[in-house]
C-alpha cells in the first residue's frame, strides 16, 4: 500500500449522511414534539437569572428546641439539591440565608410534586419487606406496563389501571381486603400496591421521587437503586428520630475482633432501641433467607440498604454488614445520620420572583456574542479566503446542532439555559474556530512541501486530527471536572461548554473534513485557484500540480527565487567589480610595463651577463669610454 493510498480514508459520502441523519432526527423530534404537545420545542427553557420563577424561603426547626449548627444546614441543603436535582429541575438556587434560613429558587413554574420536594424534610423509615415485587406480579399474572429507562405514557398508566382493578370496580382501593395482622402481612398488598408495582421503573430517575412522600402508615412498592430491584414493603416501623448515631468501621465478631471487612453501626435511641428489638423478634421468626425475613432502611423513598437477621436484635444497638467497601460504609452511615436529623422546615414565604438578570442581559450577552463571531468570520474569510467559508459553515452547524440539542434536552431533561451557560456557547465558538484552524495550516503545510491538493487534504486531516482531539479531549475533561465539583450557574457554564466541545468534535469529523474531499474535486479548490486558499503560489511554493492529474517537479519557490535573484545580483555586482578590478590591473601593470622599460633603458639587463650584478649609468659611460679609448 502506498503512502497516498494510507492518507486516503475512502468516499466522505458515509460521513456525511450520518451527519445529516443527525440532523434531522433532531429537527424531526423537536417538530413532533412541537406538533403533538402544547408548547413549541424550538427554543430552551431559561433558567432562574433569565426568566424568574418561584423562591421558597425555608426556617429549619427542632421537635426538641435544639440549636441547629452550620452542619445541620448545609446538610438539609444538600438533600434539598438532591430532591430537586432528582426531579428533573436543572438551574435551582439553593443557598444559606444568614445562616437560618434556607432559600430555594425554582427557575419557571415548578410542579406542585416539586414545591412539595423542598417544603418537606429528609425521611428516614425503617419496613418490613413484605415480598419481592417481580414475584407478586408473576403470582397474580400481571404485567409491567413500562419500558425500562422510559417515561411510562398514558396509555400505559390506563393499561396500569386495569390490570390492578382486580375487582373490577373502575377505581384503584388502597384498602386491604382484610385486616393484616402485621406489618409483614400479605393483606398490605392492595389494588394500589399492585398499580405502583405495575408502573414503577427501578431504571428511571424518577422511581426515587415517585414513593418520596410515602405515608408512614402505608405499605409502598421501594427501588433499591445499587440492584435496581424492588420490594413491596409494610407500613413503617421505626423512622429517623429513634436512631441515635451511626458510625462505620471494621467488621467485628461478638468477641470484638476484626474478621475482615466493613459495618455500619447503629445505636438507637430508648424507644427506638425497644421498637427496634420487637420488630426483629418477629422477622427472625421467618425463615432465614426470605423476603419476610428482611427489613429495608428507606431514606426520600429509596432503598438504602436491605438485610437480613438471624436472630432478634436487643439492647437497642445493630451493626449492617455486607460486602461493604470503607467509602460504601462510610456513605451509609452519612445517610443514616441524614436521616436521624430532627429537622423539619417552616416555609417563611412563597413567592414569584422576576429574573435577577433579565431578557436585557441575554440580549447584551448574544450580541457581544454576534459581535466576535462576526470578527472570527471576517479573520477566517481574510486569512483562507475559499476555506474560510467552509469553516464559518462548519461553526454554524456547530453552534445550530448545539441550540438543537439544548432544546431537545430542555423538553426530554428539564435542562434550563442560564447566563453562564450562554457565555459556555460563546466561547465554544473560539474552540470550533481553533479546530478548523489547526486543520487548515496541516493542509496548507502539505501544499508547501510539494503534494498534489486532493493528497494534501488527506495527509493534513491525518496529521490535524490527533491534535484536534486531544485539544478537544482536554477541553472535555476541564468541563466535566468542572461540572461535578461546582454548582449553581458555573455547572450551567460546564455543561454547554462540554457539549458544544462534543459536537465540535462530530461536526469536523463527520462534515468539515469530508465537504473539504468533495471541495477538492471541484476547479476552483482542486486547481488551486488564487482566491481558494489553497494556491501553491500563494502559499510561496511554485504550483507543482499542473492540473488533469499531471504533477511536475516542485521547481523554485517565490521565495527561492527571490533568494536566487538577489545572490546573481549580488554575483553580477562582484563579477563588474572584479572586471573592473581587473581593467584596474591592467592600467597597473601598463605603468609597470612602463616602468620597466625605463628601468631597462638605464639598467639594460643585456649588458651584464646572469649571475653578474648589472652596471650603474656611471660604470656603464666609463665601461663606454674606455672601450672608445681602444678603438682609437
Request: aromatic share 6%; hydrophobic share 40%; proline share 4%.
Amino acid at each position: 500500500m502506498t503512502a497516498t493510498e494510507e492518507a486516503t480514508e475512502g468516499s466522505p459520502r458515509p460521513r456525511l449522511l450520518v451527519f445529516a441523519l443527525i440532523v434531522i432526527a433532531l429537527v424531526a423530534s423537536l417538530a413532533a414534539s412541537t406538533l403533538t404537545g402544547s408548547e413549541s420545542r424550538w427554543s430552551p427553557d431559561l433558567a432562574l437569572d433569565l426568566e424568574g420563577g418561584t423562591q421558597i424561603i425555608l426556617t429549619p426547626v427542632t421537635d426538641d428546641g435544639s440549636e441547629i449548627t452550620p452542619e445541620d444546614i448545609s446538610q438539609a441543603i444538600e438533600i434539598i439539591r438532591q430532591r430537586v436535582d432528582a426531579s428533573g429541575v436543572a438551574e435551582a438556587e439553593i443557598t444559606s440565608q444568614g445562616g437560618s434560613n434556607i432559600v430555594v429558587g425554582l427557575p419557571g413554574t415548578p410542579s406542585e410534586e416539586t414545591l412539595d420536594l423542598v417544603r418537606t424534610s429528609a425521611v428516614l423509615r425503617l419496613r418490613a419487606v413484605i415480598d419481592y415485587t417481580g414475584q407478586v406480579l408473576a403470582n397474580t399474572g400481571l404485567q409491567p406496563v413500562y419500558e425500562p429507562g422510559v417515561d411510562v405514557t398514558e396509555e400505559q398508566l390506563a393499561q396500569a389501571r386495569e390490570q390492578a382493578d382486580l375487582n373490577g370496580d373502575g377505581s384503584i382501593s388502597a384498602e386491604p381486603t382484610e385486616t393484616p395482622d402485621s406489618p409483614s402481612s400479605d393483606a398490605w398488598i392492595t389494588e394500589e400496591i399492585l398499580y405502583q408495582a405495575l408502573t414503577l421503573d427501578c431504571t428511571s430517575e424518577s422511581a426515587r421521587v415517585q414513593n418520596a412522600y410515602s405515608a408512614a402508615d402505608s405499605p409502598v412498592v421501594a427501588c433499591d437503586p445499587t440492584t435496581g430491584a424492588s420490594y413491596i414493603l409494610g407500613p413503617a416501623e421505626l423512622d429517623g428520630s429513634h436512631i441515635d448515631q451511626a458510625t462505620s468501621g471494621p467488621r467485628v465478631n461478638e468477641m470484638g475482633q476484626t474478621i475482615g471487612g466493613w459495618q455500619v453501626n447503629m445505636e438507637f435511641t430508648g424507644e427506638g432501641g425497644d421498637l427496634f428489638g420487637q420488630v426483629t423478634t418477629r422477622l427472625a421468626g421467618y425463615p432465614y433467607g426470605t423476603a419476610k425475613n428482611l427489613f429495608a432502611i428507606v431514606l426520600d423513598g429509596s432503598i438504602i440498604s436491605v438485610a437480613s437477621l438471624q436472630a432478634p436484635i436487643l439492647g437497642g444497638s445493630a451493626s449492617i454488614s455486607g460486602s461493604f467497601t470503607a467509602p460504601e460504609a462510610a456513605s451509609l452511615a452519612n445517610q443514616l445520620s441524614f436521616g436521624s436529623l430532627p429537622l423539619t422546615f417552616e416555609v417563611q414565604s412563597e413567592e414569584q420572583i422576576s429574573a435577577t438578570l433579565g431578557s436585557e442581559q441575554l440580549v447584551n450577552s448574544l450580541i457581544a456574542g454576534a459581535i466576535g463571531a462576526g470578527l472570527i468570520v471576517l479573520y477566517l474569510l481574510w486569512q483562507y479566503q475559499g476555506l474560510g467559508l467552509l469553516a464559518v459553515t462548519s461553526i454554524t452547524m456547530v453552534m445550530g446542532l448545539s441550540y438543537l440539542t439544548i432544546s431537545l434536552l430542555s423538553w426530554t431533561m428539564g435542562y434550563r439555559l442560564s447566563l453562564a451557560g450562554v457565555v459556555g456557547l460563546i466561547i465554544s465558538i473560539g474552540i470550533s474556530a481553533d479546530s478548523f484552524i489547526v486543520y487548515f495550516e496541516r493542509v496548507r503545510d502539505e501544499i508547501r512541501e510539494g503534494r498534489t491538493l486532493r493528497d494534501a487534504v488527506d495527509y493534513g486531516w491525518n496529521r490535524a486530527r490527533q491534535t484536534i482531539l486531544v485539544s478537544d479531549a482536554v477541553n472535555l475533561v476541564a468541563a466535566i471536572v468542572l461540572y461535578f465539583l461546582a454548582v449553581g450557574g458555573v455547572r450551567g457554564f460546564a455543561f454547554t461548554l462540554g457539549l458544544t466541545t462534543v459536537i465540535d468534535v462530530v461536526v469536523v469529523i463527520l462534515f468539515t473534513y469530508p465537504v473539504m474531499k468533495l471541495l477538492v474535486r471541484t476547479k476552483f479548490f482542486g486547481e488551486g485557484h488564487r482566491l481558494s486558499g489553497m494556491s501553491a503560489a500563494s502559499l510561496g511554493a511554485d504550483p507543482v500540480y499542473a492540473g488533469r492529474g499531471r504533477v511536475r517537479d516542485r521547481g523554485v519557490s517565490k521565495s527561492e527565487a527571490k533568494a536566487n535573484a538577489k545572490k546573481a545580483r549580488r554575483a553580477a555586482a562582484s563579477e563588474d567589480a572584479a572586471q573592473a578590478a581587473a581593467r584596474a590591473g591592467t592600467a597597473v601593470d601598463t605603468l609597470d610595463e612602463k616602468s620597466q622599460r625605463k628601468k631597462g633603458r638605464a639598467q639594460t639587463p643585456e649588458s651584464h651577463s646572469p649571475g653578474e650584478r648589472p652596471m650603474t649609468l656611471a660604470q656603464r659611460k666609463a665601461a663606454e669610454r674606455r672601450a672608445g679609448r681602444d678603438e682609437n
